[in-house]
């Protein structure tokens, strides 16, 4: 790990903390991303446009680091079908876990919610399981 690693690596876990921070204070929201998501599905309400902007912001985040000159390295070794099942299984994982990674690992942690440490040790366990079958059981 490099010096300039550890330093992004802070500087972006501030710019999430900060980001979730001022979402709970300005909205009451937790930035759950699943549940930011699924509040821009149809029917909308008044809340869809904030979820959205919310959105567009983490997708134009990438982009905007590269017009500002950074660089970003990015290797995919999955085929796309395996990709897809991938999503759906994540996506119903996190309606099954009543939330996301980004919602129970940063914001409920940060709000001593035990459901949430829960969560977020069960989410890492399977993972640690599914990376270490696919790397060496499959």
Do not use: D, K, Q
């Amino acid at each position: 790990m490099t010096t300039f690693a550890i330093l992004s690596a802070i500087a972006g876990g501030a710019i999430i903390g900060l980001t979730a921070a001022l979402l709970l204070l300005t909205h009451n929201r937790v930035a759950g991303i699943s549940g930011i998501a699924a509040g821009i599905l149809p029917p909308w309400t008044a809340e869809s446009g904030w979820r959205a902007c919310f959105l567009a912001g983490l997708i134009l985040s990438g982009p905007l680091y590269r017009l500002a000159g950074g660089t970003i390295t990015m290797e995919i070794n999955g085929s796309v079908p395996l990709m897809a099942i991938a999503g759906l299984l994540v996506g119903y994982g996190s309606r099954l876990g009543g939330g996301c990674t980004s919602g129970h690992g940063i914001c409920g942690i940060a709000r001593l919610s035990m459901r949430s440490v829960v969560a977020t040790l069960v989410f890492m366990l399977v993972a640690g399981i599914v990376v270490f079958g696919v790397r060496h059981g499959l």
